[in-house]
């Protein structure tokens, strides 16, 4: 069992930045595919970005390509997800995820949350234009 908690989100004005992290417990989370996905009331939870368990292959989605970055810490049980140049449309509450399978987490895998095993509770970003 794994248990996820989100932090780092808050209120800021857009154009700033903000780091979320999100701390894993249990000692395989060195092997899992982590991912950051994000809600808006009334919307569909959407994909933000995910990492592979070695930190090797990172996708993003359209919307946040070079202006977000995800990243791990093995060591640590942490991820995080460095957010730049926020736009008014990053608000949302952001949810870090596990993906367990011990398979390649491929693009189309990323995606799809249904894949994704674990959940935190979700912390809350709001950027003000």
């Known amino acids: 069992q794994v248990q996820l908690v989100e932090s780092g989100g808050g209120l800021v004005q857009a154009g700033g930045s903000l780091r979320l992290s999100c701390a894993a417990s249990?000692?395989?989370?060195?092997?899992?595919?982590m991912g950051w996905f994000r809600q808006t009331p009334g919307k569909e939870r959407e994909f933000v970005a995910s990492?592979?368990?070695?930190?090797?292959?990172?996708y993003y989605a359209e919307s946040v390509k070079g202006r977000f970055t995800i990243s791990r810490d093995n060591a640590k049980n942490m991820v995080y997800l460095q957010m730049n140049s926020l736009k008014s449309e990053d608000t949302a509450v952001y949810f870090c995820?596990?993906?367990?399978?011990?398979?390649?987490?491929?693009?189309?895998?990323?995606?799809?949350?249904?894949?994704?095993?674990?959940w935190g509770q979700g912390t809350q970003v709001t950027v003000s234009s």
């Open positions: 995820a596990a993906d367990a399978a011990p398979i390649p987490h491929t693009s189309a895998r990323a995606l799809d949350e249904s894949v994704y095993d674990y």
């Open positions: 249990g000692r395989t989370f060195s092997r899992y595919a």
């Open positions: 990492i592979s368990w070695r930190g090797i292959s990172t």
